[in-house]
C-alpha cells in the first residue's frame, strides 16, 4: 500500500482544488451559460435588424469562449493552470485562432 496517500487526504492542495473546481462547476458556468446565451439572443435580434453583427459583442464572446475552454480545461484535469480570476484574462483575438487540440 502507497504511504503518501494519508498524506494527500490531509494536503490543503487537493481539497483547495476541489472547492475551486466546484465553484466553477456549479456557479462560474452558469453564469457564463446565461450569459452565452443572452448574447447569442441579442446579437440574434440585432443583426435581424439592423443586419450586421456588433463587432464588440463578438469580440467579447469570443473571449468568454477562451475562458470557458480554460475553466473545463482545468476542472477536467487538462491543465494545472488555474481560469480567471487566477490568472489574466484570455487575450483579445486569442480565441479566433481556436484551441490547440494538436
Known amino acids: 500500500m502507497n504511504t503518501d496517500v494519508p498524506k494527500r487526504f490531509r494536503s490543503g492542495?487537493?481539497?483547495g482544488r476541489?472547492?475551486?473546481?466546484?465553484?466553477?462547476?456549479?456557479?462560474?458556468?452558469?453564469?457564463?451559460?446565461?450569459?452565452?446565451?443572452?448574447?447569442?439572443?441579442?446579437?440574434f435580434f440585432y443583426r435581424l435588424i439592423q443586419g450586421q453583427d456588433v463587432e464588440r459583442l463578438r469580440s467579447f464572446t469570443q473571449d468568454l469562449n477562451?475562458?470557458?475552454y480554460a475553466?473545463?480545461?482545468?476542472v477536467t484535469f487538462n491543465?494545472?493552470?488555474?481560469?480567471?480570476p487566477f490568472c489574466d484574462w484570455p487575450a483579445p483575438g486569442k480565441a479566433e485562432d481556436g484551441?490547440?487540440?494538436y
Open 13 to 15: 492542495q487537493a481539497w
Open 18 to 43: 476541489l472547492a475551486l473546481m466546484l465553484i466553477y462547476f456549479l456557479a462560474v458556468f452558469e453564469i457564463a451559460l446565461l450569459l452565452v446565451g443572452l448574447m447569442m439572443l441579442f446579437q
Open 66 to 68: 477562451g475562458f470557458i
Open 71 to 74: 475553466a473545463l480545461q482545468y
Open 79 to 84: 491543465t494545472d493552470e488555474k481560469p480567471f
Open 99 to 101: 484551441p490547440n487540440y
